[in-house]
C-alpha cells in the first residue's frame, strides 16, 4: 500500500478513484455483468502524471523536507544493492563496538574498486531500530576513519552517500566522544589523498552529515536537505513551538535549490517525477551516473591536488554565493 504524504491528498484521492474503478470492474466481470468503466480509468490514469508534475513543481522547503523523509525513498542499502557488486562491510571501531547507524566497506562501482560509506535509516520498525535510524554513535564514526585509512593505503576512491538527521544525541554517545569522533571523521575526510565524492540521498542533518561529506564533490538528489539542524530542532529553539517547524524550513534555506545558489554543493542530480520513492531504480540510476562523472574527473589528480581542491571548496563556502 502506497504511503502518501500531507499535501499529496488530491494525488491519493485520484489514485484510489482508478483503484476503486478496477476492482469494480473486476467484481462485474467475475458477476457476469459488463459495465464499461474502461474509458474513466484511461481518462483519470491520463490525469495522474499531470497532477504528479504539478504539485511536485512548487514544493514548499518543508515539504520537500516530508519527501526527503518518505519512507518509501531508497536508503543506503537500496544503492549499494543496485550501484555496488562484491560489497564487503567492515565491523566494528577496534576501540569499542559496532555501530549500526553508519555502513562502510569495499566493493565494485562500475568495474571499478571502491570503498563506500553511508548512513542507513532501515525500511521497516525492526531495521529502524537496528540502525538506530541512521543516527550514528561515536563508533560509526571512528569506523569510518577505518574504512578512510584503508581506501588512502590501497589508493581507492571513496563514495559516500548520506542521509541522517544527525548524529545520536545520546548520554552514552557523549560519554564515548561524540563531538570528537565527527571532528576527527571530518579531519579524515579533508585529509584523504583518495578521491571523495558524497551525495546527499535523503536528509544531510549537522554534524552528523559532514562529518562523511566533506568531499571534492558533494551532490543532492533534488528533494534532499541539508541543513546544521532539523527544521523542528529549529523551530524548538527560536519559537518554542513545533509547528513553526515550516517556518524554519524556509528560514534555514535546506533545499538543494538554496544551495547550489550558495556555493555549498556542487550539482542537483535530478529526480524522477513525483521524487525518488516514486521511481527507485531511476533515481539510483542517476546518482550513480553523477558519481561515475565525478570520480572520472578527480581520479587523474594527485594526492596534493585532491587535498588541495577539497580545503579550497570548503574554505570558498558562503564568500561567494552565485546566483542561477
Not at 513545533?242 to 556542487?266: E, G, S
Request: aromatic content about 6%.
Amino acid at each position: 500500500m502506497k504511503a502518501y504524504l500531507d499535501f499529496e491528498k488530491p494525488i491519493a484521492e485520484l489514485e484510489g478513484k482508478i483503484e476503486e474503478l478496477r476492482q469494480l470492474s473486476a467484481k462485474d466481470r467475475a458477476s457476469g455483468q459488463v459495465i464499461n468503466v474502461e474509458d474513466e480509468i484511461a481518462r483519470l490514469s491520463a490525469r495522474v502524471p499531470q497532477l504528479v508534475t504539478e504539485t511536485y513543481a512548487r514544493l514548499t522547503p518543508w515539504q520537500k523536507t516530508q519527501v526527503a523523509r518518505h519512507p518509501a525513498r531508497p536508503h543506503f542499502s537500496d544503492y549499494v544493492s543496485r550501484l555496488i557488486t562484491e560489497f564487503v562491510p567492515l565491523a566494528g571501531d577496534r576501540l569499542f563496538g559496532d555501530d549500526k547507524a553508519i555502513i562502510a566497506g569495499m566493493g565494485w562501482f562500475r568495474g571499478a574498486a571502491v570503498a563506500v560509506v553511508g548512513q542507513e535509516k532501515g525500511n521497516d520498525t525492526a531495521s529502524r531500530v537496528k540502525h538506530n535510524f541512521g543516527m550514528a554513535l561515536p563508533e560509526g564514526y571512528r569506523k569510518v576513519q577505518r574504512l578512510f585509512d584503508l581506501a588512502e593505503r590501497f589508493g581507492l576512491p571513496v563514495v559516500s552517500l548520506i542521509d541522517t538527521a544527525g548524529a545520536y544525541p545520546g548520554i552514552g554517545a557523549e560519554e564515548r566522544g561524540q563531538a570528537e569522533a565527527i571532528a576527527r571523521s571530518t579531519e579524515a575526510c579533508l585529509a584523504l589523498g583518495t578521491p571523495l565524492v558524497a551525495t546527499i540521498i535523503g536528509e544531510g542533518g549537522s554534524g552528523g552529515a559532514v562529518a562523511i561529506a566533506t568531499a571534492n564533490k558533494v551532490f543532492m538528489l533534488e528533494h534532499a536537505i541539508y541543513s546544521v539542524i532539523s527544521p523542528e530542532g529549529c523551530a524548538s529553539i527560536l519559537w518554542h513551538k513545533a509547528d513553526k517547524a515550516p517556518d524554519a524550513a524556509t528560514a534555514m534555506r535546506i533545499t538543494a535549490q538554496d544551495l547550489i545558489d550558495l556555493n555549498i554543493i556542487d550539482a542537483i542530480i535530478p529526480e524522477p517525477v513525483g521524487g525518488a520513492h516514486r521511481a527507485p531504480e531511476k533515481a539510483i540510476n542517476a546518482a550513480g551516473d553523477s558519481i561515475q562523472r565525478a570520480l572520472r574527473e578527480l581520479t587523474p589528480l594527485t594526492r596534493e591536488e585532491l587535498r588541495r581542491q577539497r580545503r579550497e571548496k570548503f574554505l570558498r563556502i558562503g564568500t561567494n554565493p552565485v546566483n542561477h
